[in-house]
């Protein structure tokens, strides 16, 4: 009966280098999200997964990012060649089909704050 | 495209004061409307909804009415608490998809 998760908690890397975040969707929950909030800004949307349709990548900054889902379960966000600018909490959301569920409600994750020196 | 703007903080408030934070949005047809709370420590959660015109939406005492003729959806509490110091994001969606937020309005109460 676990909520999203997400990990690791915080991450500190050197520019340049590559970084993957994880997110572990509530069970059954084919819809997954992933956002990320700038310090004092609100949530950007970066990708949208639906069960085995094409994710809608419309919200991703730049060729460095790029996210996979296996199935119905596990995501990964990857960014490659880190920049200051990427420093952020990066926030995994998951919901239930569409048409099922109350609202189709997005349960959030408590994030991974990147670090990016 | 679809956008949220939200009153800016820092908004800091008495206990037991009336509590406004304002929120409009711009968006093609007739979206959802939220407000998430972010308390201190802990993860983004859903405080309230409203998926049509003139709903309210409400829960612990907050309340926010979709205004179509406005674009708004201002949150209101009569009167807050120290337990209510957070930070409130207004949202939209549109379909199933993705949410667009505000960039948040950090609210402390004082004792």
């Known amino acids: 009966g676990a909520g999203v998760s997400q990990s690791p908690s915080n991450k500190v890397t050197e520019k340049g280098k590559d970084v993957e975040l994880r997110c572990d969707p509530i069970?059954?929950?084919?819809?997954l999200y992933w956002y990320r909030q700038r310090l004092g800004q609100g949530l950007e949307f970066l990708i949208y997964f639906q069960g085995n349709s094409a994710p809608d990548k419309s919200g991703l900054p730049s060729d460095r990012f790029s996210a996979e889902r296996t199935g119905e379960s596990v995501s990964t966000l990857t960014i490659q060649r880190t920049q200051q600018e990427d420093s952020a909490v990066y926030l995994c959301?998951?919901?239930?089909?569409?048409?099922?569920?109350?609202?189709?409600?997005?349960?959030f994750g408590p994030g991974t704050r990147l670090t990016v020196l | 495209g679809n956008s949220v703007t939200q009153m800016e903080g820092p908004v800091t408030l008495s206990e037991e004061a009336f509590l406004t934070i304002n929120c409009t949005y711009t968006?093609?047809?007739?979206?959802?409307l939220f407000w998430y709370v972010q308390y201190p420590g802990e993860g983004l959660q859903l405080l309230l909804k409203a998926t049509k015109a003139d709903d309210k939406g409400s829960n612990k005492g907050f309340e926010a009415t979709y205004r179509k003729e406005t674009t708004s959806f201002h949150l209101e509490k009569g009167s807050v608490q120290v337990s209510d110091s957070a930070v409130y994001f207004c949202?939209?969606?549109?379909?199933?998809?993705?949410?667009?937020f505000g960039q948040g309005t950090r609210l402390t109460i004082n004792p």
């Open positions: 959301a998951s919901s239930s089909p569409p048409g099922q569920g109350i609202y189709n409600e997005q349960f």
């Open positions: 069970s059954g929950h084919t819809a």
């Open positions: 968006a093609t047809g007739y979206p959802s």
């Open positions: 949202a939209l969606r549109q379909g199933a998809q993705k949410l667009v």
